[in-house]
């Protein structure tokens, strides 16, 4: 069977190499059968070069490469697919395949209001507001497209306010998201991570919203909810299935 190489941002920060091994476990758990292989683009160990050529001193004829990533940004259109192209380079009889990112699922939203609920919130809890913190891009295209999620977010809820802030490049920040909600009168306000994985981002986000209002409420970022394996495993199938059709076709 194709191997399945996950490929995950890397962090200085050990939670998140925690977080995301507890998530590739997940997709272990999920297909015992597959070769799944966790790596990182950088900071942390195996890098995407060593485990490309682990897979292709064994043997294998192709592989499957799914970017653990939340957006299709530098990493995802830039910085994997050279790595890649150079890994082809030296193991010219390895056919890599590079999936879709995990990007906006619907089910990864789902997972985030399901850390949401986690932290005590109901769904029907009309004092709340929820702000969905994410990266940011330097891409006003790409803000647009996270700032759409806060509308599915808020589906099947009564919460009284869902909007988005952003901790690089872009604005609303958490305070100023934050002061939003409270000039709209919402009483309690949650901080919902739009990350895989805990980090410096995180962390950030986390004493601005303190600062702003001590009593907000941040919930745990989607780390190795069951729907990452879901998204990582059709990301996976579906580009199987499309190098078998060029290869059928060539």
Do not use: K
């Amino acid at each position: 069977m194709t191997p399945m190489i996950a490929v995950a941002h890397g962090s200085r920060d050990p939670r998140s190499a925690r977080v995301v091994t507890a998530a590739v476990a997940a997709i272990r758990a999920r297909r015992p059968d597959l070769d799944v292989r966790l790596c990182f683009l950088d900071l942390n160990a195996p890098s995407v070069d060593q485990v490309v050529d682990a897979v292709a001193a064994e043997g294998h004829s192709a592989a499957v490469v799914v970017p653990l990533l939340l957006g299709s940004a530098f990493h995802a259109r830039v910085d994997l697919p050279g790595i890649l192209a150079a890994a082809r380079r030296r193991h010219p009889q390895l056919a890599i395949v590079q999936s879709e990112v995990l990007g906006h699922d619907r089910r990864l939203v789902a997972a985030v209001r399901d850390r949401i609920v986690a932290t005590g919130v109901t769904t029907d809890d009309t004092r709340t507001g929820v702000v969905l913190a994410a990266v940011g891009s330097s891409d006003a295209r790409a803000n647009d497209r996270t700032r759409a999620l806060t509308s599915v977010l808020a589906e099947g809820t009564r919460w009284s306010e869902t909007t988005v802030c952003f901790a690089t490049s872009a604005e609303p920040t958490v305070g100023q998201a934050i002061s939003l909600l409270r000039s709209r009168g919402v009483e309690r306000i949650v901080i919902a991570p739009w990350f895989l994985a805990p980090g410096r981002l995180t962390d950030r986000l986390g004493a601005a919203a303190l600062q702003a209002a001590p009593d907000t409420i941040f919930a745990d970022t989607i780390g190795a909810h069951h729907h990452v394996a879901d998204v990582a495993l059709d990301r996976y199938d579906a580009a199987v299935i499309a190098e078998t059709r060029t290869r059928l076709s060539a």
